[in-house]
């Protein structure tokens, strides 16, 4: 391979892990989210169950602080979330590994 098709190839790992990289940080950003909202929601079933509202649900409790939306805990969601997160993290590590190979 001449060095014209090296820094191309060089250039396109590079990018690749750049998008691999971005993935996993949208990806992270969401999980936390996610995991925020279930200490949020432990919380309050530990220590104020009565300030928890189910959405669509009519309340008579004004110290309601927490409306739950039942996709923001739907299991499929989290199971896509977090195969989508391993595949993101595995394609990231191996462009590292394909980028220090090149590099060497």
Do not use: Y
């Amino acid at each position: 391979m001449d060095q014209n098709q090296r820094d191309a190839v060089i250039g396109r790992v590079t990018r690749e892990k750049r998008e691999a990289d971005h993935e996993c940080a949208l990806l992270k950003s969401e999980a936390k989210r996610i995991a925020e909202r279930l200490i949020e929601l432990a919380s309050l079933l530990q220590e104020h169950p009565d300030n928890i509202l189910f959405e669509g649900e009519q309340t008579v409790w004004p110290t309601a602080t927490m409306t739950v939306k039942t996709a923001d805990f739907d299991i499929n969601v989290f199971r896509i979330l977090v195969t989508n997160l391993k595949a993101a993290i595995r394609k990231s590590e191996a462009k590292t590994k394909e980028l220090e190979s090149l590099l060497c």
